[in-house]
């Protein structure tokens, strides 16, 4: 059983940056591809991010690249999300997801673990 813990999300204003992190626990960190994904209120479940296990391929959502970064950690088992020039509609709880497959997808449904979200807000 995989344990994901989100944590570095806050409060912003509009141009600003911040950076989330994922730490994870409980599994073999290596074999999970690893994404990033946000709900807003009254919104469906929306990819942000992805990373695949070795940490040498990534994948965004189109409404964040450019702007966000997402990497790996293998030493400390953490993925992070770099977010900057954020936007209002950037607002959301953000959450991170674990895949067994080698480099995810895009869909929520297929991953098997998730942390309990960490709230961002953009101010404008």
């Known amino acids: 059983q995989v344990q994901l813990v989100e944590s570095g999300g806050g409060l912003v204003q509009a141009g600003g940056s911040l950076r989330l992190s994922c730490a994870a626990s409980?599994?073999?960190?290596?074999?999970?591809?690893m994404a990033w994904f946000r709900q807003a209120p009254g919104k469906e479940r929306e990819f942000v991010a992805r990373?695949?296990?070795?940490?040498?391929?990534?994948y965004y959502g189109d409404p964040v690249k450019g702007r966000f970064t997402m990497s790996r950690d293998t030493v400390k088992n953490t993925v992070y999300l770099q977010m900057n020039s954020l936007k209002p509609e950037d607002t959301a709880v953000y959450y991170c997801?674990?895949?067994?497959?080698?480099?995810?997808?895009?869909?929520?449904?297929?991953?098997?673990?998730w942390g309990q979200g960490t709230q961002v807000t953009v101010s404008s």
């Open positions: 409980g599994g073999t960190f290596r074999r999970y591809a």
């Open positions: 997801a674990s895949t067994t497959t080698f480099s995810g997808t895009h869909y929520s449904s297929d991953y098997l673990y």
């Open positions: 990373v695949n296990t070795s940490g040498g391929s990534t």
